[in-house]
Structure formats: C-alpha cells, structure tokens
C-alpha cells in the first residue's frame, strides 16, 4: 500500500512559537492532501483541504493565518501552526489522496502529537 | 450538527463471535461511505469501503452493509479476532460536485476482542 510519512512525530514548544509539521507521500503523487486535528475520544475533524500548486482551503472556524499551509509539490504539504497556544495542542493528521482514484484511495500519515506548554 | 454519528464509544465481544459496528449519517448527499481502523498514536488504515449503489459489500472477515433508506451502515467483523481491537470510524464522502473527496468522520467505536 502507500505510504504517507510526517515529522515531526512529536513536538513540544512554547507557548508563541510556531511549529512546522511536514506530510509527505513516499510512493504516489497527491494532488490532494488533506489535514486533520483530534482531540482526545473525538472524532478527526477536517482543517483543510490542500492542493498542489493553490491555496488550500480551510474548514469553517479554522483560522487560515494562524494554520498555514502549504502544498509546494505533488509528494510535500506542510502546515504550520503560528504563535501556538497551549489550546492548540493536539493530535495532528495528515492524508493524502492519489488523483483520479477513489475516494477510498486517501492514505493517512502516522500522526502529530504538538503540545504547547 | 454531527452529520455522521457512531453512538457506541466502545463495544466488548468475544474471540472468534461477531462484532458489529454501526453508523449513521443525515446528510443524503453522502455516497461514499468508508470504514478505518486507528491504532493509539497512528494514523487510520483504510479497511473497507461501499458506495451508495450497493447495499453490501464484503472483504474478507469484512462486511459493511448499507441501509440507505435508514441512513445506516454497520461494519460486520466475523470471526473477531484479539488483532482487530482498535478504535474504528466510519466516514462518509459527497462525491456529486465538489470533487475534493473531503472525508466527514464519526467519533469512532473502540472495540475490544477478548481471547
């Protein structure tokens, strides 16, 4: 199957630094990457939605300036959380999506544990 | 609003009985509809998925049945195994238009096989 990293696995920082999180696809091209934040016993809540080449697109009540991401190639998305709170700190997961296949074609990265102190 | 629900946190059942997951949803837009497997501290593992024109649709030790009508789905693990405790979450995608293939996940179901 493919495979979808990301690095950080684990991150603490101060309270108004920023944290970059990469997600890379190991063996596929991704057009689409998608990322998600969980809180503890919730359900993975979709941030956004990034494509390669344009801005992504944010979930409503997620803040675009202070989650920034970026989607610089077809195999790289990066999001970076600006002036972290310790509010912000949670469970950070990317996927990634295969163009032109299913949806179920959506690979998951191992996940980013940020807690801000 | 939660537009996919899984209203059992947890669910216990013996090695080798059947385990049933179940979900619902509200929006009648969804078409595609998916099960995934999450491990602590790991991304979800894709497992099985059904599209709105079938009712049923099976992989192995896998099942997921459709109930359009009720806006229900169940993920049938038969026989259960100790390997397949996890937490699972069923999600569900509008493919109609938007083309983005965005995922809508419900707060998952741990289940835990007892040897």
């Known amino acids: 199957g493919a495979v979808v990293s990301q690095h950080p696995s684990w991150v603490i920082c101060k309270s108004g630094t920023s944290v970059k999180i990469e997600c890379r696809s190991l063996?596929?091209?991704?057009?689409?990457m998608f990322w998600y934040r969980q809180f503890p016993k919730q359900s993975l809540m979709l941030m956004a939605t990034?494509?390669?080449?344009?801005?992504?697109?944010?979930e409503q009540g997620v803040e675009k300036d202070k989650f920034l991401i970026n989607h610089a190639s077809l195999t790289l998305s990066t999001l970076t959380v600006t002036s972290a709170h310790p509010e912000d700190s949670s469970f950070y997961i990317c996927?990634?999506?295969?163009?032109?296949?299913?949806?179920?074609?959506?690979?998951f990265g191992p996940g980013t544990r940020l807690t801000v102190t | 609003d939660q537009q996919v629900k899984q209203n059992s946190p947890s669910l216990s059942v013996q090695e080798g009985r059947i385990s049933i997951l179940n979900c619902d949803y509200t929006?009648?837009?969804?078409?595609?509809f998916l099960w995934y497997k999450k491990y602590p501290a790991e991304g979800p593992t894709f497992l099985i998925s059904?599209?709105?024109?079938?009712d049923k649709n099976e992989d192995g030790r896998f099942t997921v049945f459709l109930n359009k009508s009720a806006k229900h789905l169940s993920l049938h693990i038969v026989p259960s195994q100790p390997g397949d405790s996890a937490v699972y979450f069923c999600?569900?995608?509008?493919?109609?238009?938007?083309?983005?293939?965005?995922?809508?996940f419900g707060k998952g179901t741990k289940l835990s096989v007892i040897p």
């Open positions: 929006n009648s837009m969804f078409d595609y």
């Open positions: 059904i599209s709105s024109i079938k």
């Open positions: 999600a569900a995608s509008d493919n109609s238009g938007a083309g983005s293939y965005q995922l809508t």
């Open positions: 996927s990634a999506r295969r163009q032109g296949k299913e949806v179920s074609e959506q690979y």
């Open positions: 063996d596929f091209q991704a057009t689409t």
């Open positions: 990034s494509n390669e080449g344009s801005k992504a697109t944010y």
